[in-house]
């Protein structure tokens, strides 16, 4: 036996051993992203025992098959995150947080009728989502609590481009005209 031969026997065995604790992983859990893990690892594991053999035997017979396990493995992990949900301890804290916030950049007052409680718990929807709220969402929130809609003129929308910009030049041209621009 060469020296190829023994670093071909262990690494499967490395990689055979590797499968067995990511099957574990899967039988054990204990959540569902665990299990989710342990799946996109041994998908790896299948494709690089491919890559092994290759390199053994010299040939490129499972290059095919490499790529589409890394793909799967890649699209499932993604698919399934997205939509598990991981419930944070505080985050009913944050969406009062957020919801205050919106109320004092709106204006609203403060009481505000309660949301309907959801059969599937706090927080939570019959998808798995959660109604978590961050400050990269929350100005969306004041936004749409306002009631803010942008008005739309009927001549406005019916002339073209060309004439809109006749138009700003003339408008231009009054406010160059009196001091400060102003009418």
């Given amino acids: 036996m060469s020296l190829l031969d023994y670093a071909y026997w262990i690494t499967q065995f490395l990689l055979a051993l590797g ?3 990511a099957v574990y992983r899967v039988y054990k859990g204990p959540s569902v992203l665990d299990r989710v893990i342990s799946v996109d690892v041994i998908l790896i594991i299948v494709g690089s025992v491919m890559l092994v053999e290759m390199a053994y035997s010299g040939s490129t017979d499972y290059i095919l098959f ?10 499932g992990a993604v698919a399934i995150a997205r939509y598990v949900a991981v419930r944070e301890p505080d985050s009913e804290g944050r969406v009062r947080r957020a919801e205050a916030e919106a109320r004092a950049i709106t204006g609203e007052p403060a009481s505000e009728p309660e949301t309907p409680r ?4 706090t927080g939570a929807q019959p998808h798995g989502g959660t109604l978590i709220e961050d400050e990269s969402t929350s100005w969306f929130t004041a936004l749409a609590r306002s009631g803010f809609v942008p008005s739309r003129s009927k001549d406005r929308s019916a002339t073209t481009d060309s004439e809109t910009t006749e138009e700003r030049r003339d408008q231009g041209s009054d406010n160059s005209s009196e001091p400060g621009g102003a009418k």
């Fill in 118 to 121: 959801s059969p599937w718990g």
């Fill in 66 to 75: 490499v790529v589409v396990t890394a793909v799967i493995g890649f699209l």
């Fill in 19 to 21: 499968v067995l604790c």
